[in-house]
């Protein structure tokens, strides 16, 4: 049960599962390791994190797999540790050292701040040579592991808050609030050659996903051990999944009348008349539509004076 709402048998519609991904494993295999747990293909991910981190990857199963789009462009919170003197090729502590630059003298967390706030706001950001992006139809890394020329492109992204928490040697510590698209470990070299030297990620751990916190997250270990036949642990990650209908808590709900509850069904538009409320939101997507018991029954967005199911939710 989350916040009161109870939630649907896995079996029935899935839904929405917040996970504590541990150190090491990719995002891919935090993925395969909850379809093994939960006997389910039908699961994906929003927003991938590196092997290197940690912290909130909120997994989309069954029916939770038609929310992901939305979840994907949410904004996320970031706390990180960069070493200064040293870039590498993946910008990480994975990678090989590529530069070696010493450290200016008389760092502190007020003279790094003042520098941080240069990249507050919305910046131009290069994304990093060794990530998924695709150039040509292929993932950067891929080329760049193959020894092709990566020509990683600049792309606008938005930085909310960027607060540096101490600065100890060679080392920093910061926490910062991003939109989508954002790569912190294209923030650590950025900022190292602001302080005019090099830098990388040692630790990053996201904080923050959306509405989605650590505070809230099953652990991966829990994942892991249904993975291997653990019926409790199963039990319990089952019990973690957010119902569809609580899943997106900050978008627009329309309660339907009987007769729009089925347009809703069949993919039918939906007018005012066939809503409770009389009337449509202005906003344009996602838009949940839901029947008088509350259960979700698409997702919609405006269009003129109706609304147009983009994607219909199988029910128990």
């Known amino acids: 049960m989350i916040g009161g709402t109870p939630i649907t048998p896995l079996s029935s519609i899935g839904g929405l599962l917040r996970v504590d991904k541990s150190k090491g494993p990719s995002s891919h295999r935090a993925v395969a390791i909850a379809r093994?747990?939960?006997g389910t293909?039908?699961?994906?991910?929003?927003?991938t994190l590196d092997p290197l981190a940690s912290g909130v990857l909120v997994l989309g199963v069954a029916e939770g797999l038609k929310l992901l789009r939305y979840i994907v462009l949410d904004d996320k919170r970031y706390r990180a540790t960069v070493v200064l003197g040293a870039e590498t090729t993946t910008l990480d502590t994975e990678g090989e050292v590529t530069a070696r630059k010493p450290l200016p003298e008389g760092l502190d967390v007020a003279r790094v701040q003042a520098v941080a706030n240069r990249f507050v706001g919305a910046i131009e950001q290069q994304v990093p040579e060794i990530s998924a992006v695709k150039q040509g139809g292929t993932a950067l890394y891929k080329r760049a592991r193959r020894g092709e020329k990566v020509d990683a492109p600049v792309r606008s992204v938005v930085v909310h808050a960027l607060t540096i928490l101490a600065v100890a040697g060679d080392r920093i510590e910061l926490e910062v609030s991003c939109g989508k698209g954002f790569y912190v470990r294209?923030?650590?070299r950025d900022l190292a050659h602001a302080l005019d030297t090099v830098?990388?990620?040692g630790e990053l751990r996201r904080l923050q996903s959306g509405e989605h916190t650590l505070e809230h997250a099953l652990p991966l270990e829990v994942l892991e051990?249904?993975?291997q036949g653990d019926e409790a642990a199963r039990a319990e990650a089952t019990a973690a999944l957010i119902a569809p209908s609580a899943a997106l808590p900050d978008a627009v709900r329309l309660t339907l009348s009987e007769e729009g509850a089925t347009h809703a069904r069949h993919g039918r538009a939906v007018l005012a008349q066939h809503t409770l409320e009389g009337a449509l939101p202005s906003e344009l997507e996602p838009i949940l539509l839901l029947d008088a018991a509350g259960t979700l029954l698409a997702l919609a967005r405006r269009d003129g004076e109706a609304l147009r199911i983009v994607r219909g939710i199988?029910?128990?």
């Open 199 to 201: 830098g990388h990620i």
């Open 36 to 38: 093994k747990a939960l």
């Open 186 to 188: 294209s923030l650590a």
């Open 225 to 227: 051990r249904a993975a």
């Open 314 to 316: 199988k029910q128990a």
């Open 41 to 47: 293909r039908d699961v994906g991910h929003a927003g």
